[in-house]
């Protein structure tokens, strides 16, 4: 892979939010259907994910049989990360974090979010270790040019808790494995952004 450049990383994690913070609409999945993202796509593969994308792109193509299509993939959305712990993977570092940890797991974190002036969303009560308020610090990281603390944040307050939280995803049973290919990209990206 080659290093990306501080505007690829910046959409890079805008997309990723994008497609994990929320379920996709049936007008963003005929978006992608009609291959609005074929270049993005492309990108990716030149990029060494050449599975991933094929995988996600497998995806996208079985769902064109589906009646209904997006509120299939919002059930599998619901499924994987809205339910219940026991159920679902929730998208949250302290479902996944020793508890010792998260003193000083939020003190970073907090630290980052004042740092960008960044507010929780008081519509949304959304805890402030969701995997969306991650990607969003790192495109800030990347927007500011800031690589040690951009590394720090992946190395050490985000790729402990995603892989424990990839494991739980990747044990959900769902119709499709759309939002399951998504997270494995998301991790693939995140360990071979830290190696460059």
Known sequence: MMPFSREERQFVYTWLSNMLGHELSASQLAQYQQGLFDDFFAFLTEQGFQAQVEGIQQQLQQLKTVELAH???AADYTQLFLLDGSSSALPYASAYLP?????????????????????????KPEPSDHLCVYLELLRQLAEVDDMKTYQQLIQDALLPWLLPFNDKVQRVKTRTTFYQQVVVLLILLLQADCQN
């Open 71 to 73: 509120l299939e993939l």
């Open 99 to 123: 508890e010792a940890q998260l003193t000083c797991h939020f003190t970073f974190l907090e630290a980052l979010l004042v740092r960008f002036q960044l507010q929780l969303n008081r519509d």
